[in-house]
C-alpha cells in the first residue's frame, strides 16, 4: 500500500534558506523534509505518495540542473520547483522543458511558492493515479491466455466480431505448401 500522504522536499545548501523554508511549510500544513545537497536527497528512498522537491540551482556538487537530469535518468517521478538567485532565461527554459513545474528568481513571495507547491502535488498526484491504472491494466492482462490476447489487440485495432473470427481463423490454418509435409 502506498501513501497518499503529499510530501514537500527542500535542497539547499544554505542553512538559513532550509530552516526557513521548513518552518514556511511547517505554518502551510505540509510534511517536509531538508536536505543540504542533492546527493543526499538521492541517497533517500523515494516517497511513496505525491511529492514536490524544492530545489537550488546552484549548490556544490550536484546542481540542480544535474539533479534534474539524475531523476529523469532514475526514472524518478518527483515534480521540481526550481528557485535560485542567479537564474537566466536559457537555465529556466531548459529546466522547464525537462518537466519542471516552475523556477522562481530568490527572493519569491509566499504566495507564489504555495501555488508553485499545489500544482506540483496536483500534477504528481495525476502522475501516480495514471501509473497505478496502467499497472492495474498490465496486472490485468496477465490473465489473459494467448488467445484471448490475440483477441483482444484484435478488437483494440477495431475490427468487428466477424472480421476478428476470419483473422484468425486463417492464422489457424495450415499453409497448402506445408499441408503435404
Same mark, same amino acid.
Given at each position: ?23 514556511? =511549510? ?17 541517497? +533517500? ?25 539524475? #531523476?529523469?535518468?532514475?526514472? +524518478? ?36 511558492? =504555495? ?24 496486472? #490485468? ?12 489487440? =484484435?478488437?483494440?485495432?477495431?475490427? #468487428? ?6 483473422? =484468425?481463423?486463417?492464422? +489457424? ?9
Amino acid at each position: 500500500m502506498t501513501s497518499s500522504t503529499p510530501f514537500v522536499f527542500v535542497i539547499d545548501d544554505d542553512e538559513s534558506v532550509r530552516r526557513g523554508l521548513k518552518r514556511f =511549510l511547517r505554518s502551510a500544513n505540509y510534511e517536509s523534509e531538508v536536505f543540504k545537497s542533492a546527493s543526499d536527497f538521492l541517497a +533517500r528512498a523515494p516517497h511513496p505518495g505525491p511529492a514536490c522537491v524544492i530545489v537550488d540551482v546552484q549548490m556544490p556538487g550536484i546542481n540542480g540542473i544535474d539533479f534534474q537530469q539524475a #531523476l529523469i535518468q532514475r526514472r +524518478r517521478e518527483e515534480q521540481l520547483v526550481f528557485i535560485t538567485g542567479h537564474g537566466n532565461i536559457p537555465m529556466c527554459a531548459r529546466v522547464m522543458k525537462a518537466g519542471a513545474v516552475d523556477f522562481l528568481p530568490k527572493p519569491f513571495k509566499s504566495r507564489e511558492l =504555495l501555488k508553485c507547491i499545489e500544482d506540483a502535488l496536483h500534477r504528481s498526484a495525476g502522475q501516480r493515479s495514471r501509473a497505478a491504472e496502467r499497472n492495474e491494466a498490465r496486472r #490485468l492482462l496477465d490473465f489473459l491466455t494467448p488467445r484471448e490476447f490475440e483477441v483482444m489487440q =484484435l478488437v483494440i485495432r477495431g475490427m #468487428l466480431n466477424k472480421q476478428s473470427a476470419v483473422s =484468425l481463423a486463417w492464422r +489457424r490454418k495450415p499453409s497448402k505448401s506445408n499441408a503435404g509435409d
